[in-house]
């Protein structure tokens, strides 16, 4: 892999993040993550670590009763120099059986879903994610 990065790169791996996702892959979903990365979720009203939304998504939607269905749409990437990128999308996501608290299970439909994504590569030459900001339009 070149360690500069592009464009298509960048749209490979939002592919490949949401190929992750929806197979309910917890530990390859976390190393999608820098160790200094911070997330912001789809409803969060506060960021946290990377690794530690990684962990959360796997309590909440990679049990074996879920159903994850994923769209991302097309992906526009800003480069930031040679290691460095935003993306940003459209997406939509639906869930099955989330786990919820006291143990009842939802679901979680998002239809008009935004993400933006900034990778950077790592050392390895690794595209890895060190900010992420998921959020649903208001409907209010």
Do not use: C
Not at 32 to 50: I, K, L, N, Q
């Amino acid at each position: 892999m070149s360690s500069k990065i592009n464009a298509e790169q960048v749209k490979a791996a939002v592919r490949r993040f949401w190929d992750v996702f929806t197979s309910k892959s917890a530990e390859a979903l976390a190393e999608f993550y820098a160790h200094e990365s911070s997330v912001f979720g789809s409803e969060s009203t506060r960021s946290e670590p990377g690794r530690l939304a990684a962990a959360r998504r796997n309590r909440e939607y990679f049990h074996l009763h879920s159903i994850l269905k994923a769209a991302p749409g097309e992906v526009e990437v800003v480069l930031l120099g040679e290691s460095a990128a935003v993306a940003s999308y459209t997406f939509k996501f639906h869930a099955t059986k989330v786990a919820g608290i006291l143990d009842k299970s939802a679901e979680e439909d998002i239809q008009h879903g935004r993400a933006t994504q900034v990778f950077a590569m790592d050392p390895g030459g690794v595209l890895r994610i060190v900010h992420e900001h998921l959020s649903v339009p208001d409907s209010g």
